[in-house]
């Protein structure tokens, strides 16, 4: 169970608790209506924990039909949309995207004809942000001619003509009528994880009001029931409780508690951006597999939303709907969420139809074969083992290829027939009672991430510069912290980055896109000092280093170190070091002495998994390690080029706990240098690669937490390097790029190379040669707002 510390993590003041949720599967044509009475037709509030399944289709949450359609749907490109009038009149569509199925979003829709001013008669709200529309807004005074009108058929989960159907799960549905009210009537922002979590709603509701918190599972009559106290109950249609893969009374709830026998919280489901030319369905509880895909492959299967963490045990069941025998169900590690093709390098343990086993591409015989069974899998991190269970008889537990990693849960085909698979990961009851001490896959049950809110450690500050000394604040939702490394962007203009740290002293400027060596206090402007809440910016003239240019834009990335630096002496080299063992980062100076094998300090504790190096005293290239790439290889940070040996920048000799090796060749003897070291920080920080397919549907990459900057560089060829951030993206898609080895302003590719940051990782959406191209080998780094456990779905 969840300590104290880890309640504390989740919960806002208050801790208010949703129970429930019911699902609404599109394949069964579900839906809720009831008969409107005579309301306020001027002013309303409709607020809802939505979780998505089906992407890529028009799907309807609310509407109230007569002659026309009054209602808010997702569009077909996964937009919000509110309509009036049937959508010929009045229709306000969102630019973002939201396409997030691994989690909850609070979605608000606030509703004020009486206002002056048009772009207040109706808002949209999600977690808690304001979100802009495009479209017409209704007249002032405008009366709506189906919502609250008398005697109007009014549903939730379709179009009220009774098509588009909703696939996913809501939650605490609350409509007001007579108000029009702001978020903070049914949620606040989380004073320890920064994110948006749900209150109760504690004013009236008028006449049509109500609240569903589909807490009565008596029924499919009750689970319609309205908890207002108003009476407005609603009619539940082609909703199920009866047993198995149909049963949609859920505990999937966008609050974790105890609340159950295996908890209650956001619930893993099929991961509907990662299917591979495959489908889900059922509110991604049912995945069907094409036909054809290399049985062994866990690339080619589906994968859970979620991973197991390294320890622990944990259960699920899945069902097949159709079945052959080149059927498999089983775990497969997270590695393998970034790749489309081969198992080099995935940890796998299959479990096929025909009774064998398969580990990591290697078939021998197992156990009893099986169709449409209920198929247990019972996975002990702990022992190193994995058991698979046929209608809840142990077929033998199975050594796992290595109990250090994260799985999760897949199932893939290998032949001519396409194949069908029912899950249950806990969000409802069982089939069979697990095997004792074993946890479902829920938010829950998750260890409490080591950094609560990524703001306490990395920031991704924007700004406007106003030609004169001024201080940017990087405090997000009251966590700020004083930076110890600020990296700053024009993003107007082609002006050069501008690199500095409290080590070297912040007004020593260094510069990712030139081979420059060090300028201290350079006249383009520059950060001045850093304070507890983030830096000082200057005025200067108009260069390459310029900060703080009136009028243009700029964004500030910074990360905490450990302030005033340290002698270490645990290399050859004596080195300067503030170090964060908490977040995983530390800056680091030392005076080169011209050895070959020279060893210098990190301060660290663990292996970093990546390292930026620098010359401060020379005109010389950036070099980069990254663990992908291993330590026979060096990227660059001030040019395109691909990775190369660069004459054995490493010395051939990964880095350690305590220790970095520089050869010759990058060793100058008598000059000052720079490091920059990163280690990954589960649920804070992920270092990692992927291979493209330069499609639409591009690759996935789990990180486990919701990005707040993500930087990428093919390596296989040249390429940009690319900095994404969620401060100048608040919504998807992530289409605003910034380049380290540019001087270039920023370019904004929201049509033609968008790609997505989620609750739970990044998804790619188009054939992009920087980060996307066919077959390309890429590495990244990712930093994040919060970690899984707490986040909501972007």
Known sequence: MPGIQQLLNIYPSGGYQIANSLRFRSSASAYLNRTQASGNTQKFTLSQWVKRGKLGATQYLFTAFNASTDGIDFSSADQLEIFFANGSTYDLITTSVYRDPSAWYHIVVSVDTTQATAANRVQLYVNGVSISLTG????????????????????????????????????????IDGQALTPSSFGQISTITGVWQPIAYSGTYGTNGFKLNFSNGTSTTTLGYDSSGNGNNWTTNNISLTSGSTYDWMIDSPTPFAGSSY?????????????????????????????????????????STMAAPSSGKWYCEITPVSSDTWSYVGVTDINGWATDVGNSGQYSVLYRAN????????????????????????????????????????????????????????VSNGNAQAVSFNANFGQRPFAYTPPSGYKS???????????????????????????????????????????????????????????????????????????????????????????????????????????NLNGDTYVGWQWKANGTAVSNTAGSITSQVSANTTAGFSVVTYTMNGSASATIGHGLGVKPAMIIFKDRSSTQEWGVYHQSLGATQALSLNTTGAANVWNGWFNNTEPTSSVMTLSRNNNTSGDLALAYCFAAIPGYSAFGSYTGNGSADGPFVFTNFRPRWIMIKRTDTTSNWVIVDSSRNVYNPQ????????????????????FDMLSNGFKFRANYGNVNSSGGTYIYAAFAESAFINSLAR
């Open 263 to 303: 908890g209650v919280g956001n619930y893993a489901v099929w991961n509907a951006i990662k299917l591979q030319g495959n489908s889900a369905s059922n509110a991604n509880l049912t995945a069907t597999l094409t036909a054809g895909g290399p049985p062994y492959l866990a690339g080619y299967g589906v994968r």
């Open 355 to 410: 009774g064998d086993k398969n580990v990591n591409g290697t078939a021998s015989s197992y156990g009893a074969s099986y169709t449409t069974d209920t198929i247990g899998i019972a996975l002990d991190i702990d022992s190193g083992t994995v058991t698979f269970y046929k209608n809840n008889t142990s077929q033998g537990a199975i050594s796992l290829p290595s109990s250090t990693i994260s799985y999760c849960f897949v």
């Open 136 to 175: 017409t807004q209704p007249t002032q005074n405008y009366n709506f001619p189906n919502i609250n009108n008398n005697a109007v058929a009014a549903r939730i989960g379709t179009q009220s003509t009774g098509v588009n159907y909703f696939d996913g799960y809501l939650a605490d549905v609350n409509f």
């Open 735 to 754: 289409d605003l790029n910034l380049y380290p080895n540019l001087s270039a302003a920023e370019d904004d590719y929201t049509s033609t190379y968008p």
């Open 441 to 547: 896959l829920c938010t829950y049950n998750l260890p409490a991430a080591s950094i609560v809110n990524g703001a306490s450690y990395m920031a991704a500050t924007t700004y406007t510069g106003n030609g004169s000394t001024q201080s940017i604040t990087n405090t997000v939702n009251g966590v700020s912290f004083q930076p110890d490394f600020v990296w700053v962007k024009d993003r107007t203009q082609a002006y050069s980055h501008s690199l500095s740290d409290s080590v070297r002293g912040v007004t020593n400027v260094l510069r990712s896109n030139l081979t420059n060596a060090e300028a201290a206090t350079p006249s383009g402007g520059y950060p001045s000092t850093t304070t507890t809440t983030g830096f000082t910016v200057v005025a200067g003239s108009t260069d390459a280093a310029n900060v």
